[in-house]
């Protein structure tokens, strides 16, 4: 086996572990619905033509709300965002509109020249997706494109200032959603870090205090970007689904991929990603004490009687603390579970 097909292993096994066993679909909050949801697949064009014809989107910058992404879609979008490495990957998804909810069945790459900051799509992208769509078309896949998805490699899920100039562009074609998928994340906490998002008009104001999103560590050297254009978009709750096929092909993948699954470690893994954690963390440390000795004879910045800079620093250090505490528990249980198992069993057939 070389070295690619190793890391494909990893990446899948890792991803496996994470749709296959019970108590990961719980939490990633994969739902297996009754046989009747294979509708959920099924396409109907004069359906979603009255839908796109009315654009109530927009009318209402808010009209979309929820988004549902089935399980291999998922698993194609992080296999992906993993094989980028610190480089950027995009793609996009195939799905429908129904409601207020975006459904993507489906999830294809884009041959795209990535950076650790960006991805450009060029004309081979285009002219890719062009042939794809048509094979799709051929074999009576006829869900349309319902947005874009790509990578934030270590450093959380949010819309860039070039990310919001690529979905203001897309959403003036359409109704179309924006994912990111953080891959070094997904694989230290064991479960898929990911958002969905929308932007806002260009000329719409949202109202003042409707952008407090669930809290994130960003590393220093995203904050500044990270802060200029939150308020320029809106993220989409986000649940996951599987079909029948979807099962049985993640049953498939498990039964190939779960020894090694159980012999990983996310502590060697995604040791770089931890390491630059770690890093980032004592960068931030340093600056809040600068930040301190230049305030003390004013007092230092503080919202509600707390010190702002702090308390994120000890939630990135919790963080950070409880990533490594599970991957060093993980390891412990492994080689209690394990180690010796061979030997136990020679000595049984010995006697």
């Not at 086996?1 to 679909?25: H, T, V, Y």
């Not at 950027?88 to 975006?102: I, N, R, S, Y």
């Not at 074999?139 to 790509?150: A, L, P, S, T």
């Not at 986000?238 to 092909?249: A, G, P, Q, T, V």
């Amino acid at each position: 086996m070389d070295s690619s097909q190793k890391a494909w292993g990893n990446i899948s096994m890792r991803l496996c572990c994470a749709f296959c066993l019970p108590i990961k679909e719980l939490e990633n909050a994969i739902k297996l619905v009754d046989p009747h949801r294979d509708a959920l697949y099924s396409y109907e064009d004069a359906e979603q033509k009255i839908i796109r014809d009315d654009e109530p989107w927009k009318r209402d910058p808010h009209y979309f709300k929820n988004v549902r992404i089935s399980a291999v879609a998922l698993l194609k979008m992080v296999m992906h965002a993993r094989s980028g490495g610190s480089l950027e990957v995009m793609g996009l998804m195939q799905g429908k509109l129904a409601g207020d909810t975006f459904i993507v069945t489906d999830a294809f790459r884009l041959p795209v020249e990535g950076t650790e900051t960006r991805v450009n799509a060029g004309d081979e992208a285009n002219e890719y997706m062009i042939q794809y769509l048509e094979l799709c078309r051929a074999n009576n896949r006829e869900e349309n494109i319902v947005g874009w998805y790509h990578s934030h490699p270590g450093y959380g899920c949010w819309l860039s200032g070039i990310d919001v100039d690529t979905q203001i562009a897309q959403q003036l074609q359409g109704p179309m959603l924006a994912v990111v998928v953080d891959p070094d994340r997904t694989i230290s906490a064991g479960k898929v870090e990911i958002g969905a998002f929308r932007t806002f008009p260009t000329d719409y104001k949202p109202p003042a205090g409707t952008g407090g999103d669930d809290y994130q560590t960003i590393p220093l050297s995203k904050i500044e970007d990270f802060g200029a254009h939150a308020s320029q978009y809106y993220s989409l709750e986000i649940s996951h689904f599987k079909s029948s096929l979807d099962s049985h092909l993640l049953e498939l993948l498990w039964n190939k991929y779960w020894v090694s699954t159980l012999s990983q470690s996310p502590l060697f893994t995604n040791r770089e990603y931890g390491n630059k954690q770690m890093l980032d963390l004592s960068q931030k440390i340093r600056n809040a004490e600068k930040s301190v000795q230049a305030n003390s004879r004013v007092g230092p910045h503080r919202t509600g009687g707390k010190d702002t800079q702090l308390e994120k620093i000890v939630r990135d250090s919790n963080k950070i603390t409880s990533e490594e505490l599970t991957g060093l528990l993980a390891g412990e249980i492994k080689a209690k579970l394990f180690n010796g198992v061979g030997a136990a069993a020679r000595g049984e057939i010995e006697a």
